[in-house]
């Protein structure tokens, strides 16, 4: 033994050297690696002291969004020894291939805490407006919401879209890892529309198509001005539940806000008297009218209350609010043309959307002269 | 009349270098690669390290992963050595072999074109294949026909990139938190988007200042032009390389990506100086393309070398799916180096006689072709970007 180690001790050395360099080399490597990783999501989470890469037991079924959009790695994010939120990083499709996308989500809240854009082959100066209000939307995003919303910008709208899908995945796979329960519709509003017929628009005026996910049934209610549900129109069709209720007014609420902007707020059947609300400057501008009884025009303008702010450049010369708004609704009344007014712009917007309320309200209901 | 010297390189005019050989070479060597590695760990470790963004143990890991490069490579060729000699089976042999054979070179070599994150094991598969297979295997130092550092890297580029990719890869830990970068390097985000725009390819990094200087991402420690001109001012001095090799390699990358820019309708210089300080062009015209092995040995073959380099890198580069393009043309041109040194000896003796005039036209020729060639495809595949 020692004879042989006299001999061939060089290449002995030699060997063992290699040999070592072979294992603390790769142990020092992991070790870089294990921290690279680390550095690149530490700034996801806040006091984060350790990531652990982790497989999944079981992952998002790839019918559902689709094979491009992969799960990439998932990591648990550790305070101390408590388990604080987990990183998802996900792979999908935006205008190109390859959009990498992490996301941190809280386990106490489960909202998303923060979003990572890890690796993109996006065209640059499209991806570029994303900006950080864009990112910010995912601050505090809270899963527990039925539909996950992104607010596309424009020029990216596939960048955009993009997150959305990565989102919905990582909410997918957090809630087959944790307790969360992903919110499932208890309505869903197709559409809205004016309420276009004068006697039933006092206080209805709005009609939306819905589907009662529970009853499985499709039909028409009743909205007011602010997506309150007021009553079913269809007849032979059960109310929604309250909560479906609440779930429709949101919705509503949100995804047809601009029927929010002008509605009728009372007509009365008797008097013909009609009060139309439309958005200005600063909050509605109130209009009440006297209109024909065959609903084809307005006869008199009663009275309008508004609350904009004067503006020098603009209205001045109309004298005080509502000195703008009378001059423009007179020009309607009298059929002239209404020209934009500079530094009054918000207002003119509003006026001129009930000038074309009104025109939808009297056009349909004379079978649309 | 011109004398040629034949037999293994390098030669050494002994009036230069009067009393050691190789090992003044390797001396100076050394001391001019010190501010390239020096910069490497700078930037990827104590710069890091500064910026809060890793700890001391990785802090020290560049600088450990140089050095290994060269241990790893020594050893390497020390246990080939052992096994191929029966004369050198004691240290006191071996060393002065391992010394004049160089065997150092081709690991650290290795490890500085490599990015930060490549596993040891897969350092030791490069320099097993550079020192191994592609200088010893050949016969040791001055018989191989591959520059063995390069060879190690085309080795593990071209098989083991995913697990680079996948221990870490380029970016270093300050880098990874650069949004802007969003996970490419200067090059490969030419390759990726083909998109030629000042804003595209430039502004993500900061300006053409951080790409001279080397703060941009990149492999280990070919990012700074700056610490290989001190290297290459330091090796014209002491004559250990050539100074007009780099000057042309580089400069023919400048020009004919200047016409490339030209042609697809942004003339702007700031092109082709993008286009010298990325991709380790810097690197590789003075530390690789000057090695005396695997290079022309007549000044003329050298002109001719490096012409043909800088329009290979340009074809390599803007027309092929691998972004840098250096190191592929080296290699290329390292199996022509023998004809090439040939063709242009031939052209040397016979001087400007009809004959030698039409081979150095045919050179030209070629020369030109490829860059035409590489300007008239590059054309189609690239868009010039318009303003962020």
């Known amino acids: ?369 | 009349m011109a004398r040629f010297a034949a037999g293994k390189a390098p030669f050494l005019r002994t009036t230069d270098h009067p009393s050691q050989g190789t090992r003044i070479i390797m001396r100076d060597f050394m001391i001019g690669l010190s501010p390239i590695i020096l910069f490497a760990w700078y930037k990827n470790g104590i710069q890091v390290w500064l910026d809060g963004n890793n700890t001391f143990l990785e802090m020290l890991y560049p600088l450990i992963f140089i050095l290994l490069g060269g241990f790893i490579s020594m050893i390497m060729e020390g246990i080939f050595f052992y096994i191929t000699d029966p004369q050198v089976r004691t240290l006191k042999a071996l060393m002065p072999k391992l010394s004049s054979s160089f065997a150092l070179i081709p690991g650290l070599l290795l490890a500085m074109v490599l990015p930060l994150y490549t596993p040891i094991w897969v350092l030791i598969f490069g320099c097993f294949v550079g020192t191994i297979v592609g200088k010893m295997l050949f016969g040791g130092f001055g018989h191989n026909i591959f520059n063995p550092a390069l060879l190690g890297y085309v080795a593990v580029g071209f098989t083991l990139l995913g697990v680079i990719n996948a221990a870490g890869g380029v970016f270093n830990q300050s880098e990874v938190l650069v949004d802007a970068y969003a996970g490419a390097t200067p090059l490969s985000s030419l390759l990726v988007n083909r998109v030629i725009g000042y804003d595209q390819l430039v502004t993500p990094y900061g300006s053409l200042w951080n790409f001279f200087f080397g703060t941009i991402p990149g492999a280990l420690a070919e990012t700074s032009a700056f610490a290989i001109l001190l290297a290459y001012a330091w090796f014209v001095y002491r004559k250990v390389i050539k100074w007009f090799t780099p000057v042309i390699y580089v400069g023919t990358v400048f020009v004919v990506s200047w016409v490339l820019g030209m042609v697809l309708g942004d003339g702007g210089l700031w092109f082709p100086t993008y286009s010298i300080l990325t991709g380790g062009l810097f690197f590789g015209a003075v530390l690789m393309a000057t090695e005396p092995v695997t290079s022309p040995k007549n000044p003329l073959g050298k002109v001719f070398n490096a012409l043909f380099l800088g329009v290979l890198t340009v074809l390599f580069r803007y027309v092929g799916n691998f972004p840098e393009g250096v190191g592929t043309s080296i290699i290329v041109m390292n199996l022509f180096a023998m004809p090439l040194d040939r063709f242009t000896a031939i052209i040397r003796i016979d001087g400007l006689k009809k004959s030698s005039i039409i081979k150095l036209a045919i050179l030209i020729v070629f020369i030109i072709l490829i860059a035409v060639y590489a300007i008239v495809k590059a054309n189609g595949m690239y868009t010039i970007g318009g303003s962020l």
């Open chain 1, 1 to 369: 033994m020692k004879s042989f180690f006299q001999k061939n001790h060089l290449i002995l050395i030699f060997t063992s050297l290699l040999v070592l360099i072979f294992v603390v080399g790769g142990v020092y490597s992991r070790f870089m690696t294990r921290q690279i990783t680390f550095h690149q999501f530490k700034d996801m989470v806040p006091d984060m002291t350790q990531l652990v890469e982790f497989t999944p037991s079981a992952t998002v079924d790839s019918e559902i969004l689709g094979e491009d959009t992969t799960l990439v790695a998932s990591y648990e994010v550790y305070q101390g020894t408590e388990l604080v939120s987990y990183v998802f990083v996900i792979e999908t499709v935006g205008k190109m291939k390859e959009l990498q996308i992490a996301y941190a989500i809280d386990v106490e809240t489960d909202q998303v805490i923060s979003v990572k854009v890890v690796q993109t082959k996006e065209t640059p100066e499209y991806f570029a407006r994303l900006t950080t209000a864009f990112y910010n939307q995912f601050t505090n995003y809270s899963l527990d919401r039925l539909n996950i919303t992104v607010d596309a910008i424009s020029g990216a709208t596939m960048s955009s879209d993009a997150f959305k899908v990565a989102l919905t995945y990582a909410r997918l796979q957090y809630a087959l890892l944790t307790d969360f329960v992903i919110p499932s519709a208890l309505v869903l509003v197709e559409s809205v529309r004016y309420n276009t017929d004068f006697a039933t628009l006092n206080g209805k005026p709005l009609i939306a198509t819905i589907y009662d996910v529970a009853q499985d049934q499709t039909m028409d209610v009743y909205l007011t001005g602010g997506f309150d549900f007021v009553e079913v129109l269809t007849p032979g069709t059960t109310a929604p539940s309250v909560a479906a209720i609440a779930e429709l007014k949101a919705s509503a609420a949100r995804d047809f806000a601009t029927f929010g902007r002008v509605f009728a707020t009372s007509f009365n059947t008797e008097t013909n008297a009609l009060v139309v609300r439309t958005r200005g400057y600063s909050g509605f501008i109130t209009v009440s009218m006297q209109i024909k009884s065959d609903y084809s025009a307005v006869t008199s303008l009663t009275d309008i209350v508004s609350f904009e702010s004067y503006y020098d450049g603009g209205y001045q010369t109309r004298g005080e609010a509502p000195g703008l708004e009378t001059y423009l609704f007179n020009r309607y009344f009298n059929e002239q043309s209404i020209d934009a007014t500079a530094g009054a712009t918000y207002t003119y917007q509003g006026m001129t959307a009930l000038f074309d309320y009104l025109t939808l309200l009297f056009t349909s209901s004379n079978g649309g002269e």
